[in-house]
């Protein structure tokens, strides 16, 4: 609400009128007859800003000389989805052209041409035009009409940021269809001068007062001769937004201000680990279900890059060969290749075996805010890149207790008091727990943490117990923010951004 909304009525009619609204009130009266109105963006005035019009136009309602009409104006953008297949065509369209060379295409083969999510996509939109696959295959004849309706939906992405009133059809079905286009609602207003304002005999004196004094002024002195415009500190004027931090560049600073202030160190890694560091030096066996390419994204330059440090593939070897000092190892044929595979690390629970190791004199207490990537499918609660708030304790009295107190620490120190711990499996802790924040009635679930095992400390040098954490930051902003939807975080919408209230 606008300081004119809620002043309108109550303030009594001033006709005094500044130059930039006397100048309005020219304008409108030589290009508008009575009673009409025309949309703010067409009143143009030399040698005043949009701004300052506006600024004028909200006075002059105040004043009662203009009227102010509130329109909402809907229009569309692509979203960084939908300008990727207006460059690269949309999937159903790809999917054609494909199977229309080739008669038909087994389900895998066209998964495989398109990528997963646009293969989903491409056999979705093809079943809606009656080409549903049978038996694993998708068989095509050619068909002007499809060909003609894809067309037209190509052409309206194309066209879809002009002003011409798009293709109502198209533009129902891409409302349909999920993060293709963006909608945006703006306010327009429509002015229309008021009939006192007709009437109003607009002194030279008013047209001629300085609202601003110039170098010139000053320096012939001419401001003397002139009345000021007076001012008016409840003048309704447009919003300035000072700099601001992105809420998730905020909360990772306030996490890791706890952090440092509980006497943590503050560790940090590498977007590109190898294999070895992200998995086998936690003990996760070579052929675990998690380092498939399903949910690890792998580098192609694997290999070409020389392991750091050999002896620890050694240690690597062994442990999962044969064990350790009393403890069992997986007992298979361990693969140095597999470790020296390159990948965008999927944890960063890496970094904290990493900085142990080279960190081997206890107490340790470490943390890292980072960010790790996993190749998942989005949705509300899931992102493929985030964040981990990774930590360490490394001690002769780590333990669980002491894990749970760091945990409940932590978390009411961000506000959470009311936390669950709930039992789970990770290949490198035993016990392993899952922490979980309850809120106004619900609960979030956030992350992992457990006692290192014996496989993963004795192996690299550790002589005391490690407790560690990985705890998702998304997830929790989402608590801390009160997100409906993960994605929501990082929508790239400026005027959001600007006005998003940051929790202190
Ligand atoms: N690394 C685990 C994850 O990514 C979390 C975790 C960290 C679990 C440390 C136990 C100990 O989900």
């Not at 696959?133 to 940021?161: C, N, V, W």
Request: charged share 30%; net charge negative.
């Amino acid at each position: 609400m606008t300081a004119s909304d809620d002043t309108k009525h109550s303030e009594p009619v001033n006709m005094e009128v500044s130059v930039p609204e006397a100048r309005v009130i020219k304008f409108l009266s030589s290009n508008t007859k009575a009673g009409e109105s025309i949309s703010e963006d067409s009143i143009s005035i030399e040698g005043l800003s949009g701004r300052e019009i506006s600024s004028a136009v909200s006075w002059l309602e105040k004043k009662n000389i203009v009227e102010i009409r509130k329109e909402e104006i809907v229009s569309y953008t692509l979203s960084p989805e939908g300008d990727r297949f207006l460059r690269n065509g949309l999937p159903e369209e790809n999917a054609y052209e494909i199977i229309s060379g080739k008669g038909k295409i087994s389900i895998s083969e066209l998964m495989k041409e398109l990528g997963p999510k646009d293969g989903k996509i491409a056999i979705a939109q093809l079943a809606k035009f009656g080409i549903k696959p049978a038996s694993g295959e998708i068989t095509l004849s050619h068909d002007g009409k499809i060909m003609e309706q894809i067309s037209r939906r190509k052409q309206f992405l194309k066209s879809i940021s002009s002003e011409e009133v798009p293709d109502r059809e198209m533009l129902e079905h891409f409302r349909k269809r999920e993060d293709v286009i963006v909608e945006r609602k703006r306010n327009i207003r429509f002015v229309s001068l008021m009939e006192v304002g007709r009437k109003l005999s607009l002194s030279e004196e008013t047209m001629d007062s300085i609202g601003e004094i110039t170098t010139e002024m000053l320096q012939t002195g001419s401001w003397r001769t002139k009345p000021f415009r007076r001012y008016d500190l409840n003048a309704p004027v447009e919003r300035t937004f000072s700099a601001t931090m992105h809420p998730i560049t905020f909360l990772i600073n306030k996490v890791r201000r706890i952090f440092l202030d509980m006497g943590f160190t503050e560790m940090d890694g590498h977007y590109v680990e190898y294999a070895g560091w992200n998995m086998d030096s936690l003990f996760i066996p070579q052929d675990h279900p998690a380092r498939e390419m399903q949910d690890t994204f792998y580098l192609e330059s694997e290999e070409k890059i020389p392991f750091e440090d050999e002896q620890v593939l050694d240690i690597f070897k062994r442990t999962h060969e044969k064990g350790f000092d009393g403890y069992t190892g997986w007992g298979y044929k361990w693969s140095p290749s597999i470790a020296k595979e390159l990948l965008l690390r999927t944890h960063t629970t890496v970094s904290t075996i990493r900085y142990l190791y080279h960190n081997p004199t206890p107490p340790q207490a470490a943390f890292s805010v980072e960010k790790v990537f996993r190749h998942e499918s989005v949705d509300w609660k899931h992102l493929a890149e985030l964040h981990q708030i990774e930590g360490t304790y490394y001690a002769r009295d780590a333990n669980l207790s002491t894990l749970l107190w760091l945990m409940k620490e932590f978390y009411s120190r961000l506000g959470f008091t009311d936390l669950k711990f709930v039992p789970s499996y990770y290949p490198y802790t035993e016990p392993s727990l899952d922490v979980v924040v309850r809120i106004n009635g619900k609960e979030m679930e956030l992350g992992g943490s457990g006692v290192f095992r014996a496989e993963v400390t004795k192996p690299l040098g550790l002589k005391e117990p490690v407790v560690a954490w990985g705890l998702g930051l998304e997830r929790l902003a989402m608590i801390y923010y009160g997100f409906e939807d993960i994605r929501d975080i990082y929508q790239s919408d400026i005027d959001w951004l600007r006005t998003f209230s940051l929790k202190y």
